[in-house]
């Protein structure tokens, strides 16, 4: 292979391929560079060790700790380990632009490595990988319809931008990724911010003509390699086989068709009964044959009722499958919901926790943290199977991101519902489109565990049938049509507009005004869902389940964040010793408060506000006394806060001892006389200011004592050293996490070790 080294403007930086320098064995090898993030994809083909019945691709994308100059935060585990749910999505994203354009009966295995080896933390890796992956297989000589290439849009202030950058991607209404050959659009992956249909197709439109600029410059570069493509000859099978096997399967087709309305696309019963009967009559050599050819015929007949204008399972095709929904099902979780669209069926529970229960991701280009979790699970029950039950599968992890990806836009700020949320959507039943009914389950068990979302969301999937110029176009597919179908697009969104896309093809005639009257009559289908969801559960409660935690929050001055955390921990730790609350602390000066126990919440909420509350001269308290000197005694007027009695302010005449007058424990009523410069509160127990005495009748005060009790002082300390980010979780500019580890506190304290 030659060396070859190409470079074009994209989106207002340079994006680089070359080949022939590093990887040299692999059937194919890209090295892309887009700024200063570089990839590396890598393509072999080697013969099938076993017929699996499919075309066995593989597809792995790995990011590389020192791809951001980074080293793993474990403090036992320095190297990679499995891959992050990032980085499956990732290969899921590869996988869908590149599978389609293989021949699917090739009978060689492929295998896809991806590795990000230098990220700039503004140019997005994963679109990187995508495009180096197409241009890898393009100069590998392994046959194959593209090349393909993917782009990703952002729409900020009515404009369109081609490959945000990070900086670009903050404000954007949505994160919009196509990918394109020249002639048809094969994926779509989006999450947008209730963006509207028009402005959706108008971003795809805006993809394929960037993307058209790449696949003439991965064209070009391919060619320059001078590699030439593997001949495939598509096997062909005997007409007269397949004439006879035909006429002996007919008659039973359609009973094949009808019992596989209740099976998520696999083969029934009947499907293997008719491929043993009609084996019978001929050689074992033909055998091997007639799986294929009975498949084929029952694929025909599917499309072609559709066609007709009838479904297998006899809707229009705009119908919607009928639907039920429940919500409160579980007695002691936060919140759950029953949604069930013809046979599929998704249980999803709510469960709500302290803003600290959020999940930390770690990656090449750093920490991020995330508050709003969904996990998707699908057993094997679910589809009348047996099977692995166990670690999620990349399919599981896909269709959770999906529906994370859908809701996510409409979950309440921290400020307004201060709770880190997730749900688990358990697909109990599944015949088409389980992602899909777990966003419609999951905003309504959202909505059963009083979480203010800003509007409901719901979801379908439609499918395709194209044959020459016959076109249908299907509302909610089920497995069946799935599986002998063209296309699975699934679409969420609220009443104002979509919040995410997901699209796979199996055919490259897919045109933008194919995909227009999709996006428009999914915009029908889920008004329908949404209008039943509403009248199940027309709004989210007005309160926490009262088994989930209770959260307030109070926002203290961020110089105050010394005072409440102390030495060493030494306040917060007592706070939630003494409280049983959960006590959070913000660099912002946000302070969040948790646990099930509301009057404990309200305790710790106290100690905190009491803290932070700047003492006047002339007010009245009700303090505690804490600690008796020979001097005065030191009272509690506040939570956290003491002041000072001194023995002359404790009557009129002259007082010897302060034991004379109060006890450690009683409850006294005193008067601020004053705040020294140094912060400290001095007490009277005489409420007339008229009556203070002197300050010059009180030298004696032993100063070195009364700083025992200087709050003020460890104040300025914690100034001087700046912000604390040892209590923290996070780095840089990303969001930190708590000053303090509050769950180890919590452990602590249960544990008996303060």
């Known amino acids: 292979m030659n060396k070859v080294e190409k470079t074009i403007d994209l989106g207002g930086r340079k994006l680089t391929l070359s080949t022939g320098k590093i990887a040299q064995q692999a059937t194919g090898s890209v090295l892309a560079t887009y700024g200063e993030t570089v990839v590396l994809a890598t393509v072999v083909s080697a013969p099938l060790k076993m017929d699996l019945g499919y075309f066995p691709l593989t597809v792995d994308y790995q990011e590389r700790l020192y791809a951001g100059g980074r080293i793993k935060g474990s403090r036992w585990v320095k190297r990679e380990g499995r891959p992050t749910d990032e980085e499956i999505l990732t290969s899921r994203l590869i996988d869908r632009s590149v599978r389609p354009l293989f021949p699917h009966d090739y009978k060689k295995e492929v295998q896809l490595v991806v590795m990000v080896m230098s990220v700039d933390m503004e140019n997005d890796p994963s679109i990187l990988a995508t495009i180096a992956s197409s241009a ?17 849009v952002g729409l900020k202030d009515g404009k369109y931008i081609t490959n945000p950058s990070t900086t670009d991607g903050i404000d954007s209404e949505m994160d919009l990724v196509v990918s394109s050959t020249k002639d048809a659009v094969i994926m779509i992956e989006a999450g947008a911010k209730e963006v509207s249909e028009k402005d959706i197709l ?45 006429k002996l399967a007919a008659p039973k087709i359609a009973d094949m068709v009808e019992e596989m309305l209740h099976v998520e696309g696999g083969r029934s019963a009947v499907f293997e009964e008719l491929v043993a009967a009609v084996s019978e009559s001929f050689t074992p050599e033909e055998k091997v044959f007639i799986p294929q050819i009975i498949d084929n015929q029952k694929k025909h007949y599917i499309r072609e009722m559709i066609l007709k204008g009838k479904r297998p399972d006899g809707r229009k095709h705009t119908e919607i499958r009928p639907l039920y929904s429940e919500v409160g099902l579980l007695p002691r979780v936060h919140g759950s919901a029953l949604f069930q669209r013809g046979q599929t069926q998704v249980l999803s529970v709510v469960t709500l926790g302290a803003p600290s229960m959020g999940q930390l991701l770690e990656s090449a280009e750093g920490e991020a943290e995330k508050r709003y979790m969904h996990h998707y699970s699908m057993p094997p029950y679910a589809s009348g199977e047996t099977g692995r039950v166990g670690q999620p599968s990349r399919r599981e992890i896909g269709h959770g991101a999906l529906a994370e990806r859908a809701i996510e836009p409409v979950i309440p700020s921290l400020d307004k519902f201060p709770y880190a949320i997730r749900v688990v959507s358990e697909v109990t039943s599944s015949n088409g489109s389980t992602s899909q009914a777990s966003v419609c389950g999951s905003t309504l ?48 969104g609220t009443e104002k507009g979509i919040t995410a896309l997901q699209l796979d093809v199996k055919t490259l005639n897919l045109t933008p005004e194919i995909l227009e009257k999709a996006i428009d009559q999914a915009k029908e289908g889920r008004a329908h869902i949404l209008k039943h969801m509403l009248e199940t559960l027309p709004e989210p409660r007005k309160t926490v389940s009262a088994f989930a935690p209770k959260i307030k929050t109070v926002m203290i001055p961020v110089e105050k964040i010394g005072e409440i955390i102390g030495p060493g921990g030494k306040m917060i730790k007592k706070i939630i010793a003494d409280s049983g609350a959960q006590v959070e602390v913000e660099d912002d000066g946000r302070v969040n408060i948790s646990g099930i126990d509301e009057a404990a919440v309200d305790k710790a909420v106290a100690t905190v506000e009491g803290m932070i509350k700047e003492v006047q001269p002339g007010e009245i308290y009700e303090g505690e006394v804490k600690r008796i000197q020979p001097f005065g005694a030191f009272i509690e007027i506040l939570p956290g806060k003491d002041g000072m009695v001194h023995v002359s302010d404790m009557g009129e005449g002259f007082i010897k001892n302060p034991e004379e007058v109060v006890k450690i424990g009683d409850i006294v009523k005193v008067r601020v006389r004053e705040v020294d410069r140094l912060g400290r509160i001095n007490l009277s127990m005489n409420m007339d200011p008229a009556k203070d005495k002197p300050r010059e009748e009180r030298k004696s005060f032993d100063r070195g004592e009364r700083r025992s009790y200087d ?5 300025r300390s914690y100034d001087s050293r700046g912000p604390r980010r040892s209590f923290g979780r996070g780095s840089g500019d990303r969001p930190s996490g708590p000053h303090f580890p509050t769950s180890r506190l919590i452990e602590d304290r249960d544990k008996g070790n303060f």
């Open 136 to 152: 890898a297989i393009a100069v590998s000589g392994i046959p194959w319809k593209g090349p393909s290439a993917s782009v990703k």
């Open 202 to 246: 108008g971003g795809i439109k805006h993809a394929k003509k960037e993307a058209d600029t790449i696949i003439k410059f991965i064209e070009d570069f391919a060619k320059e390699t001078g590699v030439e493509k593997e001949v495939y000859v598509e096997p062909k099978i005997d007409a007269k086989l397949v004439s006879a096997v035909e």
């Open 445 to 492: 068990s959202l909505m059963d565990a009083g979480v203010p979302l800003t509007s409901p969301v719901s979801g379908i999937a439609m499918g395709l049938i194209i044959e020459g110029k016959e076109v249908a176009i299907l509302s909610d597919i089920m497995g069946l049509e799935d599986f002998n179908g063209d296309m699975d697009f699934k679409v969420a």
């Open 711 to 715: 709050r003020g002082g460890r104040g």
